[in-house]
């Protein structure tokens, strides 16, 4: 039942990126491009996608069940260290040079596009690179 | 700075990203999970804890999105012009920041500034800044990578 949620769940979140416009690497760095002629679109998707979501964290922070009994699993820790600026950086450098970020890249890979696969797998090479350096220096997720 | 009136599409992108809300709203509220992209794709590469099954089932949701949406409208125009070499070095550098830095534009970006996680806001700020000053660097300084 869950899973079959969850896929719902990831049906309406590409949905919502290609209606936004977010699935198109082009848009999105005519976002990122503030010195050329600067597309604010994406400013406005997160402003729609966070107006929701805070009602749903908001009502979620007086559940310790989901509606469909399992565990709420949302993040505790409040430590901002060295690793969560430098990794994100590194990311805002991938995100620059191609204008793909995780979610749009699933749905390039739906699209058929060779490009979209190629960067899917480099991307989960990049996941797995990391897994592999946490374990080797028992790094905790 | 200019706008570029061209391309903003103010309703569509406001419309999509209350969809997007949505579907991380019953994420939440129906499996208690985060809608975090890379958390859930990394969750897969690591020995099975038993909660594979929802994570395939999300991003199977996502890959089929265009599929469903090509059913009713065309899809809207998809510019990819980045070269093969820097979409792989694009693509890694995101697996690995985005694993390292725990989380990206879903998971801090809309889930994190959500519930005002102040390392959320922190991240979102970093990869934001570094995308604009890459961008700013590839296209203006030396016109490399399109």
């Known amino acids: 039942m869950n899973t079959l949620f969850a896929f719902f769940a990831g049906l309406l979140f590409g949905i919502g990126l290609i209606v936004a416009g977010m699935a ?11 010195d050329g002629a600067w597309d604010p679109s994406l400013v406005l998707v997160m402003a729609g996608a966070i107006a929701v979501s805070s009602i749903a964290f908001f ?7 989901s509606l469909l009994g399992l565990e709420m699993q949302i993040p505790k820790s409040r430590l901002i260290e060295r690793r969560l600026v430098g990794g994100s950086l590194l990311f805002g450098i991938g995100w620059g040079l191609a204008g793909i970020c995780p979610g749009p890249a699933f749905v390039l890979l739906g699209t058929g596009m060779a490009k979209g696969f190629v960067f899917v797998i480099a991307m989960l090479a990049g996941m797995g690179l990391f897994e592999w350096l946490a374990r080797k220096t028992k790094l905790q997720d | 700075m200019i706008i570029d009136w061209n391309h903003f599409t103010p309703w569509l992108s406001l419309g999509g990203g209350i969809l ?39 991003l199977a949701g996502l890959v089929l999105a265009p599929l469903l949406y090509r059913l009713i409208l065309p899809l809207p125009e998809i510019h990819v012009n980045t070269g093969i070499g ?9 697996g690995i920041g985005t694993r390292y830095g725990a989380g990206c534009t879903s998971g801090h970006g809309i889930c994190g500034i959500s519930r005002l996680s102040p390392r959320s806001i922190v991240a979102t700020l970093a990869f934001m800044f570094a995308g604009l ?5 590839a296209r203006h300084l030396i016109s490399w990578g399109s």
């Open chain 1, 24 to 34: 198109n690497p082009g848009k999105v760095l005519g976002f990122l491009d503030l």
């Open chain 1, 59 to 65: 009502a979620a922070k007086s559940r310790s069940l």
């Open chain 2, 20 to 58: 997007i809300g949505a579907a991380v709203a019953m994420l939440l509220l129906v499996n208690g999970r985060i809608a975090g992209i890379s958390g859930i794709a990394g969750g897969l590469l690591r020995p099975v804890r038993g909660d594979r099954a929802w994570r395939v089932a999300f």
């Open chain 2, 86 to 94: 820097t979409l792989i070095v694009a693509g890694l550098a995101v």
């Open chain 2, 133 to 137: 000053i890459t961008v700013y660097v």
